[in-house]
């Protein structure tokens, strides 16, 4: 089997948004994410589907965005029934600790709850939720200069024995 071509990085990552003017005074004047492109259609492109729509793309300094689409019925996006709410979330990173303090103290203006600064050990975070319900994180790496190699050594192993360990505790499940 041959080798997969390498993934350069992230373009965009899409969300379903209820309004795209409500998403895009939170993503553009709150985050400070410029809205760089808004596509409208009424036919999907790569199902044929009819459906109008409106797909935005915000950029991150890296070049990467996070992009949604409105769907023009003002629905908002539901949560997955079967996932805590805190599992799915998307990380931006900043520059440094200072950074996300300022962050978290500029959302808070803007009457945005947040939680944290949560210390991960090798990153410092906030999160919160967009108008969409979509849970956001704003990071910055705080790690030692090993710390990514010697995860990446165990990460395998690790990996394997979560593995192992899941398939014990549904087996007691029965």
């Given at each position: 089997?041959?080798?997969?071509?390498?993934?350069?990085?992230?373009?965009?990552?899409?969300?379903?948004?209820?309004?795209?003017e409500e998403t895009r005074h939170?993503?553009?004047?709150?985050?400070?994410?410029?809205?760089v492109n808004c596509m409208t259609?009424?036919?999907?492109?790569?199902?044929?589907?009819?459906?109008?729509?409106?797909?935005?793309?915000?950029?991150?300094?890296?070049?990467?965005?996070?992009?949604?689409f409105d769907l023009g019925e003002?629905?908002?996006?539901?949560?997955?029934?079967?996932?805590?709410?805190?599992?799915?979330?998307?990380?931006?990173?900043?520059?440094?600790?200072?950074?996300?303090?300022?962050?978290?103290?500029?959302?808070?203006?803007?009457?945005?709850?947040?939680?944290?600064?949560?210390?991960?050990?090798?990153?410092?975070?906030?999160?919160?939720?967009?108008?969409?319900?979509?849970?956001?994180?704003?990071?910055?790496?705080?790690?030692?200069?090993?710390?990514?190699?010697?995860?990446?050594?165990?990460?395998?192993?690790?990996?394997?024995?979560?593995?192992?360990?899941?398939?014990?505790?549904?087996?007691?499940?029965?």
């Amino acid at each position: 089997m041959s080798t997969p071509p390498p993934i350069k990085g992230l373009y965009h990552y899409a969300y379903p948004c209820r309004d795209a003017e409500e998403t895009r005074h939170f993503y553009e004047d709150i985050l400070g994410l410029p809205l760089v492109n808004c596509m409208t259609a009424d036919r999907v492109p790569s199902t044929g589907e009819e459906k109008p729509y409106a797909h935005m793309f915000f950029a991150m300094r890296d070049g990467s965005y996070i992009a949604f689409f409105d769907l023009g019925e003002n629905q908002m996006p539901e949560p997955s029934p079967n996932t805590p709410g805190w599992v799915q979330h998307f990380a931006m990173e900043t520059g440094s600790v200072d950074d996300v303090l300022s962050m978290r103290d500029r959302l808070k203006a803007h009457g945005v709850e947040v939680l944290g600064l949560v210390d991960h050990e090798f990153v410092k975070s906030i999160y919160f939720f967009d108008p969409n319900g979509l849970r956001l994180e704003v990071t910055t790496r705080t790690e030692s200069p090993t710390y990514l190699a010697d995860a990446a050594r165990s990460a395998r192993g690790d990996l394997d024995k979560w593995t192992a360990d899941k398939a014990a505790r549904l087996a007691r499940r029965g």
